[in-house]
């Protein structure tokens, strides 16, 4: 016979599907963060995914379950459900003292233009309760005198987001790109809207891309809209710290609140409505480290401010924070590690100035 014949065999296993994991992390401003979560890419065959978490720190308990059919449609368009409740303190973020209570859930739908950009849009409720603190500011304790302290707000969202990085941790080529707005539509308690728009550019200098050159940028703005004239302050913008502005505290930057008058302390950040913040880094090989895709030293200058323009504090250059310094990130086999040596350039009387800033992340 001219045609070979061969009888092959396949045996086709399915791979798990689910997952239980746990975390243990820390950072200068939330403390000990306590993490698990429940996912199930396949949901009784169906596939379908289903997740439940939950996260515990000083500041912030959490909780969340969601459901999302990834081929609602046959064009690739994805349909979610999720629910969350959130507790948190913000004396323990070092901000203005204030407790707030949220629960609410969301129907998001994604479509994929391409392989590299994706629409996300959908309708969502969010209960909020603010209560006072053990010393609230008076921006705080008039806002619940005048507003009250509980408040039902219906939400219309949308984002878009194009990504070229060539990984998921670490990229060293590509961009993102991503705009994102949150509307709370009227017959809400409070009607106000927030808009973000955030880009992160990784330029190669060499073929092997040992050397980098990456630049990003995070502007944010919200505010009020028909009879009300003010975005509330617990949806405020923060900067400074890890990620933002290093070399000044977590959350640290912009206007200070006005201490009610039994407290003496110093007066604690506020917040604000506009976020400008930029970094420019060079990224270079890290010395006696021969696997860059898991560890990273670069040299940066940061850049940043928030502003409260409903209040006065409108943007100004001379108002901006400057640093610069040197920082390491390391994905290690227990997680993600990661701290900076920075200096501020143009720290002010009363900045709250921080050199050494670090977070650490361990999952079983």
């Known amino acids: 016979d001219v045609y070979k014949r061969q009888d092959v065999n396949y045996s086709v296993k399915e791979q798990p599907t689910g997952s239980l994991s746990a975390s243990v992390g820390f950072s200068q401003n939330s403390g000990v963060i306590l993490g698990a979560n429940i996912s199930e890419n396949n949901f009784f065959g169906t596939g379908k995914r289903v997740s439940l978490g939950v996260n515990v720190s000083g500041a912030v308990k959490s909780a969340n379950v969601s459901y999302m059919d990834p081929y609602y449609t046959v064009d690739g368009v994805s349909r979610g459900y999720s629910v969350f409740a959130r507790k948190t303190d913000f004396a323990q973020q070092y901000v203005t003292s204030y407790l707030l209570d949220e629960y609410g859930g969301r129907l998001t739908f994604g479509y994929p233009t391409d392989n590299i950009t994706r629409l996300n849009f959908g309708l969502g409720y969010t209960l909020s309760r603010v209560k006072d603190g053990a010393f609230s500011s008076r921006e705080v304790t008039d806002f619940i005198n005048t507003e009250g302290d509980s408040f039902s707000n219906y939400f219309l969202f949308g984002s878009w987001r194009r990504?070229?990085?060539?990984?998921?941790v670490l990229p060293s080529d590509g961009y993102s790109h991503?705009?994102?707005?949150?509307?709370?539509?009227p017959g809400s308690d409070l009607t106000f809207y927030k808009l973000s728009h955030k880009t992160d550019f990784y330029f190669p200098l060499t073929e092997n891309n040992r050397w980098v050159l990456r630049t990003r940028t995070d502007i944010g703005y919200g505010d009020g809209y028909g009879s009300r004239s003010l975005m509330p302050f617990y949806e405020h913008f923060y900067a400074g710290?890890?990620?933002?502005?290093?070399?000044?505290?977590a959350n640290s930057l912009g206007r200070r609140a006005t201490n009610a008058p039994n407290d003496f302390s110093a007066p604690d950040p506020f917040g604000g409505n506009l976020l400008t913040e930029g970094s420019l880094e060079l990224i270079f090989p890290?010395?006696?480290?021969?696997?860059?895709?898991?560890?990273?030293?670069?040299?940066f200058l940061d850049a940043g401010q928030?502003?409260?323009?409903?209040?006065?504090?409108?943007?100004?250059?001379?108002?901006?924070r400057l640093s610069a310094g040197i920082g390491f990130q390391w994905i290690t086999a227990v997680g993600p590690l990661a701290f900076s040596l920075a200096k501020p350039l143009n720290d002010k009387p009363g900045d709250n100035t921080q050199i050494f800033q670090f977070s650490l992340g361990q999952t079983f």
Request: proline share 4%; net charge positive.
């Open 163 to 168: 990504s070229t990085l060539n990984r998921g």
């Open 178 to 185: 991503s705009v994102s707005l949150d509307v709370s539509v």
């Open 241 to 249: 710290g890890y990620g933002s502005v290093r070399g000044y505290q």
């Open 286 to 299: 890290t010395p006696f480290a021969g696997d860059t895709r898991s560890m990273r030293t670069a040299f």
């Open 306 to 320: 928030v502003f409260d323009t409903d209040r006065g504090f409108r943007p100004e250059l001379r108002a901006v």
